[in-house]
């Protein structure tokens, strides 16, 4: 599974930006996905998750109420809507995708790995 992860960019504190990642396998509507951030100097978390069907999400709780995660399965495309974004927010953020349900936020239940799409806010 290739995933491509777009749409990051440099914003102003309280704006709003959609990630968008892309999936190439067919088995994409029966995975788990992921959106998971990596501050510099810090360690990767766990931002956001969707479970195959979109029926279930589980969120990280720096950012509940302010991000969204969605999925269009007949796209192939996972998508992270960002409101009310802080400079706390500034990361790499990758997608991920994993065999199974599930909504789990432990970055060894995903198999694949997108390359990342820079958010940058500035306060």
């Known amino acids: 599974v290739q995933l491509q992860a777009s749409g990051g960019g440099l914003v102003q504190a309280g704006d709003s930006l959609r990630l968008s990642c892309a999936a190439s396998?067919?088995?994409?509507?029966?995975?788990?996905m992921a959106w998971f951030r990596q501050a510099t100097g810090k360690e990767r978390e766990f931002v956001a998750a969707?479970?195959?069907?979109?029926?279930?999400?589980n969120y990280a709780d720096s950012v509940k109420g302010r991000f969204t995660i969605s999925r269009d399965n007949a796209k192939n495309t996972v998508y992270l809507q960002m409101n009310s974004l802080k400079p706390e927010d500034t990361a790499v953020y990758y997608c991920?995708?994993?065999?199974?349900?599930?909504?789990?936020?432990?970055?060894?239940?995903?198999?694949?790995w997108g390359q990342g799409t820079l958010v940058t806010v500035s306060s």
């Open positions: 991920a995708a994993g065999p199974f349900g599930g909504t789990s936020y432990y970055m060894k239940e995903y198999e694949f």
């Open positions: 969707i479970n195959w069907s979109g029926t279930n999400t």
């Open positions: 396998s067919r088995t994409f509507s029966t995975s788990k």
